[in-house]
Each structure stands twice: as structure tokens, then as C-alpha cells.
């Protein structure tokens, strides 16, 4: 019985969720879409590519609440992991371009570099949501 609880040992601990994630759904995912669409700084193709996001985390989840036979503790812990990677990611690339887009004075042509990089960034947070369902 010990060999099958053998890789909760490597486990990292889980990082904290930042407090700008926990409103103003209980889901931090969705409120970093909430965020990005409702930020009035981004063009249309950000906000397709964070409703995207938004749209296999909620596939995710009805994956997960639906498999047949029921994902063990490890799926389940694997999976919530890799979405909270990917949440980081994204929202690593989200404060990155908001701090450039203020300290640029708003002026978006100056802050392309960051754009291009948070729309990587949550290009790359989708994919891993894919790949959870996947693997």
C-alpha cells in the first residue's frame, strides 16, 4: 500500500493563488480572464485568445467531474497542477504587460513586446489545459 502514495513525496508545495485572482468568481482562471477581457488595454485578439483560455479551463473541469471511471487522487492532483502552472504563466504575462502599459503612460505601441508576450503566455496556458485532457 505504501508503494501506491510513493509520489506524493516529490510534491512541491503549491503556490499560493495571488489575492488579484480570487474575485470576483471563486475560480482564479476565470477571474484572470475576467481581468484581461474587462480591462478596456487590450485589442480583440487578447481577448479571444483569454476567452479561449477561459473556455478549457471550463472543458477541463466538465472532463474531469465526467470521467469515466473517476480520475484517481494522483489525475486529479496532475491535472489540477498543470492548471495552476498554466494559470501562473498566464498571469505572470498579464501584470507584466498591465505594469509596461501604465509605466509606457497607455500608449499601446509602446508596449508590443509585452502584448506579444501575453498573448504567447496564454496561447501556451491553453495548450497545457488541452494536454491535461489528453494525457
Known sequence: MAGNWEW??????????????????????????????????????????????????ARLELWMGSHEPPLGLRQQFERGRASSEALLVAYEAWVAFETAYQASGKKVDQVRDEREK??????????????????
Open 8 to 57: 506524493l513525496r516529490g510534491l512541491q508545495p503549491s503556490s499560493e493563488v495571488p489575492e488579484q485572482l480570487c474575485t470576483p468568481t471563486v475560480s482564479p482562471e476565470l477571474n484572470l480572464g475576467v481581468q484581461v477581457i474587462g480591462s478596456n488595454i487590450v485589442g480583440n485578439d487578447v481577448v479571444e485568445l483569454a476567452a479561449q483560455y477561459m473556455a478549457e479551463h
Open 118 to 135: 501575453l498573448k504567447a503566455a496564454l496561447r501556451r496556458a491553453t495548450d497545457a489545459l488541452v494536454r491535461a485532457r489528453i494525457e
